[in-house]
């Protein structure tokens, strides 16, 4: 039999190293900009479009490449940066597979041109599918500029499963920002589409920071400074009243490169141990040196994971260090006495009344009677006194409102005032507040107290929850059934409304800014949306290119339904935003009525029933939803008198 076994040709091998080393447009943004730094460039210009999916053009000053070199730096294992294996060892570059170059011409087009300062004229080449297409002598300014057009070309599979531009931009910025933020010493720019998104000069590794995350990054950076044998770490880490929801802005660069480690970001968080609000991120930009014979970074192609010989060591300095400098600037709370006590309270009972609170005496409770009959009195008793409780704190919270936010207004506003506290007690995440409400119909214990002693007293309550979805209350002329969602949304809708036209919302600080990202035309979109949301009660900051930064919300929802509400804005406008103001304020105010609203299948306390149905009466127009659709329906006693009768 013949040998089956052969070599295979070096286009297919390229493409073959291409799946290891390059998977997405942000592949090639990482390895062109590490070989302009590599090139020792001093300004590298980043110019991508459709999210690097139709070019990714680097365009550097550095040391430029010679005729040669040009031609063959597309070759597999050609690299200038090591000669013998001993070279692995003291790696001062961030290449040495040689590899990039042959695989990204493998699977895209791509044009190079370079000049050496020295030389009069330099090189054009223009590579398709590793095939040399043309190569030519050319006028150019020293330096290399690599442009990878139309990538995965030559595979379709690859091409599809692309993500949207949304998220293959969202990759990009990341590379963009790691390597930016390793090298302050040189000038970055970054351009797509024709807009430029980042101009950083040289500089230090603060001001890079702040020209990366944003203006007020500046006074919220405490800096780490340590020199060991074994270990220098210099940079900033975020002091703890500013960390974050998400893990965003933690940055570790180990020799000038970006790496992850799962056990150096957990001696930064024991660092902080006792400093974090639960599950908050500090953000940090840690920049260590260490001996490059002490480090393999020979792990994974793309290099981000990283091996230490004394891994132990790094751990005991970097947490230390850290603690020393949050203890330093004053941030650690030992030393921290006139902290604002508002920061440790949750903003929603920042903004309550303060209650005098009061002794519920159960005059007939007697300790000789039978203990069943005890138990079950005192269950009904707090049952009503929570009842009785929560009906004078709503009036007080209500009185609040109509006292601060609202004051100014007709008093046809102040029953609508009053159903703010719906919100305030409507957690229904929280099992608390639906165990103690006193009646539910599904609670067998309950419904049998009926027939019991305290019945008088529990025919107080006027309205009753049916399936999560109806209150239905008894009028004068027999009962009124409301649809639970259809009348919070009218109430909500007419707020938002009032707010909008009158300009008079109230807002609640959040204690730890919300970070929101959005595709670049979703930002357009909220930036235009940006005044009318402000008068509901939004406070943002100054946002940046791929995310906004919210600091205040309107007081009648979460911090968490955020996202919801902008996420339904954003779907209810993404045909556009109608021209006139009424009709803009109409619909945002309808689509944040629609995601805020109550859904069917929440439950509400007795509380909250009855300040949907007095809120839903207090409404201009109460008896259509704003997606006009009834919110209630009424039923007379003759009519269940004839139901009776057949
Ligand atoms: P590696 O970076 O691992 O050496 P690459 O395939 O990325 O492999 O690059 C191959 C070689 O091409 C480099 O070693 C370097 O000599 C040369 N080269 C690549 N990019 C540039 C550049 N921007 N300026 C000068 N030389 C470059
Ligand atoms: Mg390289």
């Known amino acids: 039999m013949s040998s089956i076994i052969q070599l295979l040709p070096d286009h297919v091998a390229n493409q073959i190293a291409a799946g290891e080393v390059v998977q997405r447009p942000a592949s090639v943004v990482k390895e062109l900009l590490e070989n302009a730094v590599d090139a020792k460039a001093t300004d590298i210009k980043l110019i991508i479009k459709d999210a690097g999916k139709s070019l990714v053009q680097v365009i550097d000053n550095g040391v430029g490449m010679t005729v040669t070199d040009a031609r063959l730096c597309f070759a597999r294992h050609a690299t200038s940066k090591i000669r013998l294996a001993e070279d692995l060892f003291s790696l001062g570059t961030k290449g040495f597979r040689g590899e990039a170059l042959a695989s990204i011409a493998a699977i895209a087009h791509m044009e190079l041109k370079t000049k050496q300062d020295q030389d009069e004229l330099g090189t054009h080449i223009i590579i398709e599918g590793s095939k040399f297409v043309s190569q030519e002598v050319a006028v150019l300014p020293k330096g290399t500029s690599f442009a990878v057009k139309n990538l995965f070309f030559n595979i379709p599979a690859r091409r599809n499963f692309l993500k949207s531009d949304t998220v293959e931009f969202r990759h990009v910025m990341d590379e963009f920002q790691r390597v930016a933020l390793a090298h302050p010493n040189i000038h970055f720019s970054f351009y797509h589409n024709g807009s430029e998104l980042y101009n950083l000069p040289a500089s230090g590794y603060r001001q890079r920071i702040v020209g990366i995350m944003s203006g007020k990054t500046n006074e919220k950076l405490v800096p780490v400074n340590e020199d060991t044998e074994i270990i220098n770490i210099q940079g900033f880490v975020c002091k703890p009243e500013f960390a974050k929801k998400n893990r965003g802005e933690q940055f570790f660069f180990v020799n000038d490169r970006f790496i992850k480690s799962g056990y150096l970001h957990h001696a930064v968080m024991s660092a902080y141990d006792g400093l974090l609000k639960d599950g908050s991120q500090p953000s940090y930009f840690l920049y260590l040196q260490v001996p490059p014979n002490t480090i393999d970074i020979n792990i994974h192609p793309t290099k981000t994971e990283i091996k230490f010989d004394d891994e132990q060591a790094l751990y005991a300095i970097l947490r230390a260090s850290i603690k020393h400098s949050l203890g330093q600037f004053n941030v650690a709370p030992v030393l921290d006495f006139d902290r604002d006590a508002n920061l440790d309270t949750p903003y929603h009972y920042k903004d309550m009344e303060a209650e005098v609170p009061t002794i519920q005496v159960d005059g007939t409770f007697n300790p000789f009677t039978d203990d069943k009959t005890n138990q079950h009195y005192s269950k009904a ?107 919070h949304q009218r109430i909500l809708y007419e707020q938002f409304l009032l707010n909008m036209t009158v300009n008079q919302a109230a807002s609640q600080q959040l204690l730890f800014p919300l970070d929101l990202f959005y595709s670049a035309s979703e930002m357009k979109l909220i930036e235009e949306l940006k005044p009318s949301l402000a008068t509901t009660g939004f406070v943002f900051d100054e946002s940046k290119i791929d995310h906004v930064v919210i600091s205040g919300i309107p007081v009648n929802i979460t911090e968490s339904e955020v996202p919801l509400v902008i996420e339904q804005l954003l779907s209810d406008l993404q045909d556009g935003i109608p021209a006139n103001s009424y ?64």
């Open 381 to 487: 008793s707090s049952g009503t006194s929570s009842s009785y409780s929560s009906g004078s704190s709503s009036s007080g919270s209500g009185s609040s409102y109509s006292g601060s936010s609202y004051s100014g207004y007709s008093k046809r506003v102040e029953p609508t005032a009053s159903w703010e506290s719906l919100y305030v007690g409507l957690d229904t995440e929280n099992p608390e507040s639906i165990e103690s409400s006193p009646f539910t119909f599904e609670n067998e214990e309950v419904t049998s107290s009926l027939f019991n002693d305290d019945e008088v007293e529990q025919a107080t309550q006027k309205t009753y929850q049916i399936h999560k979805k109806y209150i239905v209350s008894p009028i004068k002329s027999g009962m009124v059934i409301v649809d639970q969602q259809r009348a």
């Open 583 to 646: 009709s803009q304020n109409d619909t945002i105010a309808k689509s944040m009525a629609k995601s805020l609203a109550v859904k069917t299948g929440s439950y509400l306390t007795e509380k909250e029933q009855d300040n949907l149905v007095n809120g839903l009466f207090a409404c201009k127009d109460p008896n259509i939803s704003p997606f006009q659709k009834p919110t209630f329906i009424t039923m007379r006693v003759e009519d269940i008198d004839k139901k009776f009768a057949l």
